[in-house]
């Protein structure tokens, strides 16, 4: 099994704490549950990144807790976490968003699990 780092864009921080502000103002408390569970999710990746389905060039991993899912890029020993965007948003504007923000020129992930 390999260990890989796991880096996240300054978007996808951006993503996470929008994300925890949305829960908190629904219930005060449970924006930090949020970060916990998709910190639990990206902690995973280490050492489970590229066994995930591809999405819009990108490996995308679903939020085991909430409808979030964590689409990233996979290099030999580092992962690249490039949005962690909620799942209830249009398709296109999903498909938009990490098109912008993917750090590879075009290219499908590669790696274990890549189609």
Request: glycine share 8%.
């Amino acid at each position: 099994m390999k260990f890989r780092n796991v880096k996240l864009l300054d978007e996808a921080v951006t993503d996470l704490r929008a994300g925890e502000a949305f829960y908190n103002e629904r219930e005060l408390g449970l924006g930090g549950y949020f970060v916990d569970c998709l910190l639990s999710d990206l902690s995973s990746l280490q050492h489970y990144a590229g066994i995930h389905s591809n999405r819009y060039g990108c490996f995308r991993l679903l939020s085991k807790t909430f409808p979030f899912a964590i689409y990233y890029e996979l290099e030999e020993k580092r992962v690249t976490v490039i949005a962690i965007l909620d799942m209830r948003k249009k398709p296109n504007t999903i498909r938009n968003l990490v098109a912008e923000r993917s750090t590879i020129d075009g290219t499908e992930p590669s790696g274990p699990g890549a189609p």
